[in-house]
């Protein structure tokens, strides 16, 4: 079937078994309301009959820190060990670029010797710019930075910086030994998979208790957890990029005489190594997005000031911390896409000594060398003198103080209005509705969109949510993250759409999604916590800010990539530009775009666990409910249920845009 009579083909001949299916398990469940009183089991799964995974979970996290013996050492020494070898080089950066080399601990500290200039470290980013790309990234990356240091956000960027210089490495090393095993073992790439899809769907938040429990509050806690976090794109790149290394590259590796592991590191590793660098700036972009969430166990720097000011609603601090990890993520974002698509060396022509071949590392360390011997004698090089430094923290607290003055009635009646005619209405709808049905409505979705293992597994999913006893937490879950995303969807897809017909507004759409993909989660909740208080408005709002990128981006990619001949075919036929786009354009992009929505989601529940700060009773709240607690079970239990209904939404999704496109002949 083509693209265009998948459009507007129809067939009324017979009624489809698929509705017919979907009328009987709505009918039936329309018959458990008026069965209630003899069914109640069925609307509230029995407490008696809940798994106690949490407490299961709890005693094996008690038993492993306190009697699992490994042989030689236990647990719990191992915990403490790894630690160590992280917290070492920890040190030895962050004193560098943060604190200095002290002698002594605590007050009796004394330093020996200086930590670097943070004029040395602005022309160190600016060389490096250079080196990766021109003058001009060079440029951007050191204004970058120097707004870290005019907006008095230096020292606390610094301590963030050198928690991320020292994640990264791990991050990508460990990425790439996981990787290079899943492609060469095919039996521990399928175990691996499933994994990476948990790490990568379970709140960040549900690491936090086990490895808080395991390695105590520091910033080497912070840093593990900012390595489970940001380690599985590196996975998935390096597995991806071995198997696409072409076979003509392998033959000729063979050919030389290479073993198996020559082979690996010396042909295939260096072959794809730009493709393995999407990795390496996936990483470290993720371990930007762990700043602030990692602070919580103990990782101070830029995480911590957005944390606090947001707990004390200061939205000024906290816009000017939360700015300056978007400005610190664009700087290494730029700088890693750049070195990423920078040409390898043509062999031999790295001709001369080594300060010929290596100027920029030589200028960088100059510049470390005078500044070191100038700060002895000024003071100004050590630290950003307070004549220079700039703050909009009392501006931005004074916006929203007039906007509060001047538009508290307009704005809580737009609230109210919302919160009574459609949040609280379809949150009630969810609640009332009977487990039992809800998993046959999603198991039945799944068996017609993928067949009977997506059934089983969408089915599966959403009763381990009723079995452990947090359903009603579950579907509260599901009305914030679906009203959220209907939101996202009336404003995102025509923004979307617009930008993929306008190429003037394509380029302006692109710079304030590329901002807004960058900004902390942390900060969307601040100016609407401050504007309409915590609760499920503020937590709704704060979602559709944050999880509106996917759905403009997809949306625009789809259009954009609609074939030529098809809409030079509509053109040719007489339709208007209206119907071009209704007719055409958009039927075809439609799985593209669903894919956004998908996105979407995905994006919507991750933020949903961070709304819990605002007062949301969700899964979410469970789930820091149990850092506060330190409840490994609840946590990891709430954790996997906001996964699972992720993976459910995912498999979905994915099944029909993928049956789609094969209807729509694109495939």
Not at 122 to 137: F, N, Q, T
Not at 188 to 208: G, K
Not at 276 to 292: A, D, P, R
Not at 371 to 386: H, I, S
Request: glycine share 8%; aromatic share 10%.
């Amino acid at each position: 079937m083509t693209a265009l009579s998948a459009i507007t083909g129809r067939d009324d001949a017979r009624i489809s078994p698929w509705l017919l299916a979907w009328v009987t398990v709505l009918a039936a469940t329309v018959a458990l309301f008026f069965l209630k009183d003899q069914m109640p089991w069925a609307f509230k799964y029995p407490r008696s009959m809940i798994i106690p995974l949490r407490g299961v979970l709890n005693d094996s996290m008690k038993w492993l820190m306190d009697s699992a013996d490994l042989g030689l050492f236990t647990f719990k020494e191992l915990t403490r060990f790894l630690s160590w070898v992280i917290e070492q080089p920890y040190n030895l950066v962050k004193s560098l670029l943060s604190v200095g080399f002290l002698e002594g601990q605590g007050s009796y500290a004394v330093e020996v010797f200086p930590r670097m200039s943070w004029v040395a470290i602005i022309i160190a980013v600016i060389l490096l710019g250079r080196y990766a790309k021109d003058w001009k990234l060079g440029a951007l990356a050191g204004i970058c930075f120097l707004y870290l240091a005019l907006f008095d956000q230096w020292d606390s960027a610094m301590v963030t910086l050198s928690s991320i210089v020292i994640a990264v490495p791990f991050g990508v090393a460990g990425g790439l030994l996981l990787g290079i095993a899943g492609y060469r073992y095919r039996w521990f790439n399928q175990a691996l998979v499933p994994v990476l899809d948990l790490m990568q769907t379970v709140p960040v938040f549900a690491y936090l208790v086990p490895i808080l429990i395991m390695f105590g509050f520091s910033p080497v806690s912070a840093m593990i957890a900012t390595i489970i976090y940001a380690m599985p794109p590196m996975v998935r790149v390096t597995m991806l990029a071995l198997e696409q290394v072409p076979e003509e590259v392998v033959e000729a590796g063979r050919m030389a005489g290479c073993s198996e592991n020559q082979m690996l590191w010396k042909v295939q590793i260096p072959s794809v190594m730009h493709t393995l660098m999407i990795g390496v700036n996936q990483v470290v972009m993720l371990s930007l997005n762990m700043v602030i969430i990692a602070s919580m166990i103990g990782a101070g720097g830029l995480g911590f000031d957005v944390l606090s000011a947001l707990k004390r609603l200061q939205i000024g601090q906290g816009i000017e911390a939360g700015l300056a990890i978007t400005l610190l993520a664009i700087a290494m974002d730029r700088v890693s896409q750049a070195l990423a698509r920078r040409p390898p060396p043509v062999h031999g022509e790295t001709v001369g000594k080594w300060y010929q071949r290596h100027p920029y590392i030589l200028m960088a360390l100059g510049a470390v060398a005078v500044t070191w011997f100038l700060g002895m004698f000024t003071p100004a090089m050590d630290a950003v003198p307070d004549a220079l430094k700039i703050t909009t923290g009392s501006f931005w607290g004074d916006v929203v103080k007039w906007i509060n003055i001047n538009y508290f009635d307009q704005l809580d009646a737009v609230k109210n209005f919302l919160l009574l005619n459609l949040m609280i209405p379809f949150k009630r709808f969810l609640l009332t509705l009977p487990w039992v049905g809800v998993v046959a409505m999603v198991a039945l979705a799944g068996y017609q969109l993928g067949g009977w293992r997506l059934s089983l597994l969408t089915g599966l999913l959403t009763v381990f949510l009723a079995v452990v006893g947090l359903w009603p937490k579950a579907m509260v879950t599901v009305y914030l993250c679906g009203i959220s995303v209907m939101l996202v969807c009336l404003i995102g897809i025509p923004i979307g759409v617009a930008s993929a017909r306008n190429e003037r507004l394509h380029r302006i759409v692109g710079v304030v999604i590329d901002t807004l993909q960058t900004l902390p989660s942390f900060v969307y909740l601040m100016p609407v916590v401050m504007l309409f208080r915590v609760g499920d408005f503020a937590a709704m709002l704060a979602v559709v800010a944050y999880a509106i990128v996917p759905a403009i981006r997809y949306t625009d990619h789809g259009i954009r990539n609609v074939p030529p001949h098809l809409v030079e075919a509509a053109t040719q036929a007489g339709c208007t530009r209206r119907q071009l786009l209704w007719k055409v354009q958009m039927p075809i992009a439609l799985p593209e775009i669903m894919l956004g929505i998908n996105q979407t989601i995905m994006m919507a529940l991750a933020m949903l666990v961070i709304t819990a700060l605002v007062g949301t009773r969700e899964l979410g709240q469970e789930v820091y409910m149990a850092l506060a607690r330190a409840e490994t079970g609840r946590g990891l239990v709430a954790g996997v249920s906001v996964a699972f209904i992720a993976i459910i939404a995912d498999r979905l999704i994915g099944a029909w845009a993928r049956q789609r496109k094969q209807e729509l002949g694109l495939d």
